[in-house]
Nanobody
Framework: QVQLVESGGGLVQPGGSLRLSCAAS????????MGWYRQAPGRQRELVGV???????NYADSVKGRFTIARDNAKNTVYLQMNSLKPEDTAVYYC?????????????????WGQGTLVTVSS
């Protein structure tokens, strides 16, 4: 079983910064794409950004130039560096991994989500 554990959320003032982390644990072979999503109160979950296995990134227009995604493959961890935070960035942030596991049935591809971490941007 593969689990994702997030950390780093909290309360920050507008213009401030936070860094989220998401570490995968369990019996996994590799991780392909890794991404961050967020869900604000009363709104649907939306993509924040993704990073592929070769390090290519893609971001939502609303966070381009302010947020940066990075990954450490040795630690099975993805990071989200958030700068110049705005009140509208307030949301629960979720990480999502495309995990490859290997077992008696061969390779399987799983979509695994973290439990979410709350980011509140307020003065």
């Amino acid at each position: 079983q593969v689990q994702l554990v997030e950390s780093g959320g909290g309360l920050v003032q507008p213009g401030g910064s936070l860094r989220l982390s998401c570490a995968a644990s369990g019996s996994l072979f590799s991780i392909n794409g890794m991404g961050w999503y967020r869900q604000a109160p009363g709104r649907q979950r939306e993509l924040v950004g993704v990073i592929t296995s070769d390090g290519s990134t893609n971001y939502a227009d609303s966070v381009k130039g302010r947020f940066t995604i990075a990954r450490d493959n040795a630690k099975n961890t993805v990071y989200l560096q958030m700068n110049s935070l705005k009140p509208e960035d307030t949301a629960v942030y979720y990480c999502r991994d495309e995990v490859v596991v290997y077992g008696s049935e061969g390779y399987r591809y799983l979509e695994v989500w973290g439990q979410g971490t709350l980011v509140t941007v307020s003065s």
